[in-house]
């Protein structure tokens, strides 16, 4: 298991709205190869907005606008929810994009449980992965919340606001192999699709828990990570 940062209770007013969302954190040397490739990313697509390394997380569950008064709520869910669940080996693979080809709102990067290769350009949650975000869905209803409907699209939001042409699959699929010659030239012969040969271990980590972020708008990075909830400790890969 990796873990990023310290985490704590932070005491905050319960007369404010705090926006949240529940998500999986990324540890720091898998930010920096990703900032690394969404560098080399950046040279050939044109997005108006990268996320800062600081940012990048995998989300599970939106909030949105909550009470302060809530987060006690939230935090027994999702603590409670994170108790069925062993270490997650997950992996980040090809980016793909949300909205139209001619100019996309989101570029992403797939994440997915370690040997389900074959879901990260299509961005699908399977496996614990799912049921993880099935049992937060369930333990929020429980205590009020309406969890998101729509199935988990597992991904690392990489740039937002993409400019004409900036969501063609080939262009992507061949800036992608680019970036990763760029930083691993001995093994970019074997990047093809789906797969990111040469830099595969690098973008692989053991999720070890849920994260509550607090999104602060404005602030560059913008996502506060408040609370943690681990997993129980399990067979997890390193």
């Not at 996320?51 to 302060?68: E, I, K, N």
């Not at 990489?158 to 969501?167: E, F, V």
């Not at 680019?178 to 271990?201: Q, Y």
Request: net charge neutral; glycine share 10%.
């Amino acid at each position: 298991m990796e873990s990023n940062h310290n985490f704590r209770t932070k005491a905050v007013s319960f007369l404010e709205n705090l926006r949240l969302f529940l998500g999986i954190d990324v540890p720091d040397r898998v930010s920096e190869k990703l900032s690394e490739l969404a560098g080399q990313l950046s040279r050939e697509l044109a997005y108006r907005k990268w996320t800062h390394p600081s940012d990048y997380h995998v989300t599970l569950q939106f909030l949105g606008d909550t009470p302060a008064s809530r987060v006690d709520a939230i935090a027994a869910a999702a603590e409670a929810a994170a108790a069925s669940f062993a270490p997650l080996p997950l992996a980040l693979g090809e980016p793909g994009t949300f909205g139209s080809r001619q100019a996309p709102h989101v570029l992403w990067c797939g994440a997915h449980e370690r040997g389900a290769a074959s879901a990260a350009a299509a961005g699908a949650a399977a496996g614990a992965l799912a049921a993880l975000h099935a049992a937060l869905g369930e333990r929020l209803a429980a205590c009020g919340f309406a969890p998101e409907a729509r199935p988990l699209r597992a991904h690392v939001t990489l740039a937002r606001n993409g400019g004409p042409g900036s969501g063609e699959p080939s262009a992507i699929a061949a800036a992608w192999r680019r970036a990763v010659a760029a930083l691993a030239p001995a093994d970019a012969a074997g990047a093809g699709a789906g797969a990111s040969v040469g830099v595969s271990d690098a973008l692989a980590w053991t999720a070890g828990g849920v994260t509550l972020f607090r999104t602060h708008l404005g602030r560059r990075p913008s996502y506060e990570r408040m609370l943690e909830f681990p997993f129980p400790p399990g067979d997890g890969l390193g």
